[in-house]
């Protein structure tokens, strides 16, 4: 089945500043990849995905590329805001159409 | 409408108790998930319903029985739970579960904080 991994698993940044999250996927036939913020006694949402037939996608603030060859994939904030504190997932869908997620990362934007 | 709803938000039970957990939603979607989340965990899943039919069970000790009356409605059934079944237990739906393509946007509820005493 498919593993995902990812870093780091805490990340603390100034308000304003970027953040990096970084995933590997073990599954060359994975082809989805959505990445899911949970804020604090909600369910995840999702907030951008890619799929494999693409690079790099943008929105706003987010941004994701994907790197086939390397199996790996990230998530870029720019500007954080405070309200961008919450656990981030990322995660990858196989050909069996079962999402494996990563094991989060906890971010905390300092004002 | 784009709202998953769970009840209860919070349930307390003991080993011998039988409760279910609901979930509902009216946005047309075919596929609905059962997830289990334990604290600073990512979900886990449990089953998958696609157009009213089981398509995957991972595997779920039989405690547990979901079960799916019309497309917009979810139940997960719990009888002689274990204290380490206490967890968030999550629903969530897509427009439908593959099938030749991918699932797309999972749409969570929030979720409901199962505890077993």
């Known amino acids: 089945g498919e593993n995902v991994e990812q870093h780091p698993s805490t990340l603390s940044v100034q308000e304003g500043d970027s953040a990096v999250i970084k995933c590997t996927y073990s599954d060359s036939a994975s082809n989805y990849f959505p990445w899911y913020k949970q804020e604090l006694g909600k369910g995840p949402q999702l907030i951008i995905d890619?799929?494999?037939?693409?690079g790099e996608k943008k929105d706003q603030r987010i941004a994701v590329t994907l790197n086939k060859t390397a199996k790996h994939f990230s998530l870029h904030i720019t500007e954080t805001q405070p309200e961008d504190s919450a656990v981030y997932f990322c995660?990858?869908?196989?050909?069996?159409?079962?999402?494996?997620f990563g094991a989060g990362t906890t971010v905390t934007v300092r004002a | 409408d784009t709202e998953v709803t769970q009840t209860p938000k919070h349930l307390v039970m003991g080993m011998t108790n039988k409760k279910s957990l609901k979930c509902e939603q009216h946005?047309?979607?075919?596929?609905m998930y059962w997830y289990k989340q334990k604290a600073k965990k990512p979900p886990e899943l449990m089953f998958v319903?696609?157009?009213?039919?089981?398509?995957i069970n991972e595997s779920v000790p039989s405690r547990f029985s979901p079960e799916c009356p019309n497309s917009s409605l979810l139940n997960l059934h719990l009888h002689a739970l274990q204290p380490e079944d206490s967890a968030l237990y999550l629903c969530a739906s897509s427009q439908d579960s593959g099938e030749g393509m991918d699932t797309g946007e999972l749409f969570f509820g929030e979720g409901s904080r199962l505890t077993v005493l």
């Open positions: 946005m047309g979607h075919r596929a």
């Open positions: 890619i799929r494999s037939n693409v």
């Open positions: 995660a990858a869908e196989s050909n069996d159409y079962k999402l494996s």
């Open positions: 319903y696609s157009y009213e039919k089981l398509s």
